[in-house]
């Protein structure tokens, strides 16, 4: 099958390889395809910068991020410009295509579980461009399916490791707080997961299957690297979150077949700092 993936970056890159070793043919859209001989140049506003490969792909996955955390930039990213690729793979030869978007589009903050049925009504800019970019897909002419990732860690994204090298203060409401994630790895091998079924569903979360409060990960985190857990003060500015306090469930995703590699913070965590070049 012909995969587009629009937007290769953190994630949409290590879906690539995978795709490819499930035996997709890939090819991949980015404003600056760089030296990756699957790359292609676009602009996913500007339709007649949509590469033949699009149009061509049987599969599309719209991975594009916000430029910035700016209401005009999430709205370029998830509502114009998805409406723009969707509009070009509507005249193409699209039977599928899958939105990564976001579980910030739920606001529940009061550890309650929350799933594809769960209300989304999100309270910021962020969450409402969201929203509106799936339900473009909605009267789309082909098969189409959101997966909203929750907080997405791995290599390069170590925010919680650097909390505990940093020392840095965290409150004990924080501390508290459950969270929720799902490392980079484990989202690539969901949309190849998804690609490759022979139907799929309109929504679905993707979360690990551990909801965890913070202070036990950083605890967890500064035993494993010989370091006191950071001190309870006040908030530093790298603890702050917008996630919520809510218990994610990906159930849904399970139950068509998938396996996380990473399914708590362990295993994930673990791998991170088992990595070569960590001290």
Known sequence: MRVFIAGAGYVGAAAAPLLEAAGHRVALGRRTPG?????????????????????????????????????????????????????????????????????????????????????????????????????????????????RFSGIYGPGRDRLVRIVRGAAPVSPRSRASLTNRIHRDDCARALVHLAGLPSVAPLYVGSDEAPTPMGEILDWIAARLGLPPPPVGEDAPDVLQRGGNKRLSSARLRASGFAFRYPTYREGFGALLAAPGRE
């Open 35 to 147: 030296d990756d001989p699957r790359a292609c140049a676009m602009d996913v506003l500007r339709r007649g910068t949509h590469p033949a490969a699009l149009r061509e792909a049987e599969c599309v996955i719209y991975c594009v991020s916000a430029d910035a955390f700016t209401e005009e930039a999430y709205r370029l990213a998830y509502v114009e410009g998805l409406a723009s690729v969707v509009a070009t793979a509507a005249a193409g030869a699209a039977r599928r295509f899958l939105f990564v978007s976001s579980t910030g589009v739920y606001a529940q903050d009061d550890g309650s579980v929350v799933d594809e049925s769960s209300p989304a009504v999100p309270r910021g800019f962020s969450g409402r461009a969201l929203l509106e970019g799936e339900a473009l897909l909605a009267g789309a002419p082909f098969e189409a399916a959101t997966i």
